[in-house]
């Protein structure tokens, strides 16, 4: 990854400046958790015991309050590390000690936490490095590693460039291995990487409008910006700047569409959002619409586009 800074025509290059120490990227991450990740940070060098009693030490314990869900971090150097192996033993770990994890978590961060309040299917662990091998990228590439990838590089005049290798690949992590109780398997049945499809899938008779619907209104989010990213979550699926700014709830006839702004923010003159800031609900924000075949689109995407802009 290069960067450059234009003046007129030309272009000049900024010259790397390798951290030194792991430590150092770990301090940089851990106090920009929020802005890399939108995560909270939540310890430093956690340790917890597995069940035969060997302690393991997490770099980072962090918690993505979106999802519900724990995230581990681990920062890597030594380019002669499997991520496969270190990343399900972490997952398996944290899988085996939710008390530990959640008890964590509320001392840290003096909270209430629970064990049914953490949706630990979205569990995730991020690996950060100043260089990945090839090798170590392909390990990864199977549509339901729950693992992310993401190089980070520093350059002259403090500046920070920051990089994910995304899958690519349809086949599955579980086609590696026969044995029901590997640790590849055990994890991969509770920890799950959801995709759109899955949303298409996972309710019965979803009629054909409805996808057709959703797929409508997708090209027309996505083309409010070339900076939004989709990310499916397990009941929902979110539309991303920086962060979720409207994410949409498949049912069999309808779709629900959550406006991610806070009660009195939303202009909607036409008043067809429902004040959700009461009531639990799916997604982000404080405003549902729910639409179907019948449905305005391009006045939802005026209300769509006021949080879209409000994220940047």
């Known amino acids: 990854m290069k960067l450059y800074q234009t003046k007129g025509n030309k272009l000049k290059a900024f010259k790397s400046k390798p951290f030194k120490l792991e430590k150092d990227i770990q301090q940089l991450v851990e106090d920009n958790l929020n802005e890399l990740f939108g995560l909270e940070f939540v310890k430093s060098?956690?340790?917890?015991?597995?069940?035969?009693?060997a302690s393991f030490r997490i770099d980072t314990l962090a918690?993505?309050?979106?999802?519900?869900?724990?995230?581990?971090?681990?920062?890597?150097?030594?380019?002669?590390?499997s991520v496969i192996d270190q990343g399900y033993t972490y997952l398996s770990l944290l899988l085996n000690n939710k008390s530990d994890f959640?008890?964590?978590?509320?001392?840290?961060c003096d909270g209430t936490l629970k064990r049914a309040d953490v949706d630990w299917s979205q569990s995730r662990v991020i690996f950060i490095s100043p260089h990945f091998?090839?090798?170590?990228?392909?390990?990864?590439?199977?549509?339901?590693v729950p693992f992310e990838l993401w190089e980070i590089k520093r350059y002259e005049g403090?500046?920070?460039?920051?990089?994910?290798?995304?899958?690519?690949s349809d086949e599955s992590i579980s086609t590696i291995s026969s044995d029901p109780d590997d640790v590849v398997n055990k994890v991969t049945r509770e920890v799950k990487v959801y995709t759109e499809e899955y949303h298409f899938t996972r309710k019965k008779n979803m009629k054909e409008s409805t996808?057709?619907?959703?797929?409508?209104?997708?090209?027309?989010?996505?083309?409010l910006g070339d900076d939004i990213e989709i990310v499916p979550r397990s009941e929902y699926v979110s539309f991303k700047r920086d962060r979720p700014f409207t994410d949409l709830v498949l049912y069999v006839g309808d779709i629900r569409c959550l406006i991610n702004m806070k009660k009195g923010?939303?202009?909607d003159p036409k008043s067809i959002s429902r004040?959700?800031?009461?009531?639990?609900?799916?997604?982000?924000?404080?405003?549902e619409v729910k639409i179907d075949g019948n449905s305005d689109l391009d006045y939802l995407m005026f209300l769509i586009k006021q949080s879209y802009k409000s994220k940047a």
């Not at 979106?66 to 581990?72: H, K």
């Not at 959640?102 to 840290?108: A, Q, R, T, V, Y």
């Not at 091998?133 to 339901?144: C, P, R």
Request: proline share 0%; hydrophobic share 30%; glycine share 4%.
């Open 45 to 53: 060098e956690f340790t917890v015991k597995s069940f035969n009693s």
């Open 63 to 81: 918690y993505n309050t979106e999802s519900n869900s724990f995230v581990i971090i681990e920062y890597k150097r030594d380019k002669n590390y």
């Open 102 to 108: 959640i008890l964590e978590f509320n001392e840290s």
């Open 133 to 144: 091998t090839e090798y170590q990228k392909h390990s990864v590439n199977f549509k339901d």
């Open 158 to 168: 403090d500046l920070i460039g920051l990089i994910e290798h995304r899958n690519s």
């Open 211 to 223: 996808l057709e619907l959703y797929n409508d209104l997708k090209s027309r989010i996505l083309a």
């Open 265 to 267: 923010e939303l202009e």
């Open 275 to 287: 004040d959700m800031s009461e009531t639990g609900h799916w997604g982000n924000g404080d405003y």
